[in-house]
């Protein structure tokens, strides 16, 4: 009954390689999310995407092109990896409210996905 | 824009002391969320508590609690009788109420370990 999910955990990778991580989530959530946490463990955003619809893209390289099939998939594909995409990615989601109530806009997170690229 | 800033890159302490984690933020926005998440050596990211920008109790919860002041813009979280369970990398974070902005943006972490 795992609420966001994340495959796979672990990515071994060589450079110039084209690589996926899958998210899916549970919850019932409409938002969705990618955060990239570097070696310095910051954590930064790169894309939201509300109802399968892009809201938030952080001047990510378009070597990263997320996608969603539907509202509760959020998948992530790497094209020609470099050296400086290794990080770890973190999946996350949330319901997206303007109203200031419940648990509504609460980002819940992944487990992460490690990505090694040689 | 919004920041936040968790000055404390690293904190030691022994088993059983208190500590407090610093968290200060920024933003023009007048109706937000703060956060703090844990990351424990596994590596998850565990959602711990959110306030809003109109409450300011402090809030308690077992061991830990937090210290919302806006005046200082400061959301202080303290953990009271350390374990070694505790030790992990605390973000604070930060999202502002505006539609199609639900980004959050986090401190640079400060890393906790309590000895035995």
């Known amino acids: 009954d795992t609420a966001v999910s994340q495959t796979p955990k672990y990515l071994v990778t060589q450079m110039g390689n084209d690589k996926s991580i899958k998210c899916e989530q549970n919850?019932?959530?409409?938002?969705m999310y990618w955060y990239k946490q570097d070696s310095k463990k910051f954590l930064k955003i790169m894309f939201s995407?509300?109802?399968?619809?892009?809201?938030i893209n952080e001047t990510v390289p378009n070597r990263f092109s997320p996608k969603s099939p539907d509202k509760a998939h959020l998948n992530l594909h790497i094209n020609s990896l470099e050296l400086g995409d290794s990080a770890v990615y973190f999946c996350?989601?949330?319901?997206?409210?303007?109203?200031?109530?419940?648990?509504?806009?609460?980002?819940?997170f992944g487990p992460g996905t490690r990505l090694t690229v040689l | 824009a919004q920041k936040v800033t968790q000055a404390q890159t690293e904190i030691s302490v022994v088993e059983k002391e208190d500590v407090t984690l610093d968290c200060v933020y920024e933003?023009?926005?007048?109706?937000?969320?703060l956060f703090w998440y844990k990351q424990p050596p596994s590596g998850e990211l565990v959602f711990l508590i959110r306030?809003?920008?109109?409450?300011?109790q402090n809030e308690i919860s077992g061991r830990y609690s937090w210290n919302f002041q806006k005046s200082t813009s400061s959301f202080n979280f303290t953990i009271t009788a350390s374990q070694v369970v505790d030790s992990a990398v605390y973000f604070c974070?930060?999202?502002?109420?505006?539609?199609?902005?639900?980004?959050?943006?986090f401190g640079q972490g400060t890393r906790l370990t309590i000895n035995p």
């Open positions: 995407y509300n109802n399968k619809e892009l809201i």
């Open positions: 306030r809003n920008s109109f409450d300011e």
């Open positions: 919850l019932g959530h409409d938002t």
């Open positions: 974070a930060l999202i502002p109420l505006i539609q199609g902005a639900q980004k959050l943006v």
């Open positions: 933003t023009r926005d007048t109706t937000y969320y």
């Open positions: 996350a989601s949330s319901q997206e409210s303007l109203i200031l109530a419940g648990d509504t806009d609460t980002q819940y």
